[in-house]
């Protein structure tokens, strides 16, 4: 299985990027898929997830209203829109997939972890 995941990059405050994250190797409408990001010296957390079949989207309470994820079954890719960076935002972003779970994933629920994509928003 594998989860790979691109569009970080540098961008200044107020941009937007869109991040994707092609997987391979699984059923992807199987799982559950998400976005979790580690920013420098904080611990990994959830972003987004959405579910198998992309009707229905969870957000972290702090990422509602600039983060949108969003999925692409046919072509097996998850996506998470960003908008209105802002320099808190700099993280390493992971996609990840959860087989079982419904709605939002936690860590210990994840069955497999994407490469991580940096994003760095300047101020």
């Known amino acids: 299985v594998q989860l790979q995941a691109s569009g970080g990059g540098l961008v200044q405050a107020g941009g937007s990027l869109r991040l994707s994250c092609a997987a391979s190797?699984?059923?992807?409408?199987?799982?559950?898929l998400g976005w979790f990001r580690r920013a420098p010296g904080k611990e990994r957390e959830f972003v987004a997830a959405?579910?198998?079949?992309?009707?229905?989207?969870y957000y972290a309470d702090s990422m509602k209203g600039r983060f949108t994820v969003s999925r692409d079954n046919a072509n097996t890719t998850v996506y998470l829109q960003i908008h209105s960076l802002k320099p808190e935002d700099t993280a390493v972003y992971y996609c990840?997939?959860?087989?079982w779970g419904h709605g939002r994933i936690t860590i210990r629920d994840v069955d497999y972890w994407g490469q991580g994509t940096l994003v760095t928003v300047s101020s």
């Open positions: 990840a997939a959860d087989k």
């Open positions: 190797g699984l059923t992807f409408s199987d799982y559950t």
């Open positions: 959405v579910s198998r079949d992309g009707g229905f989207t």
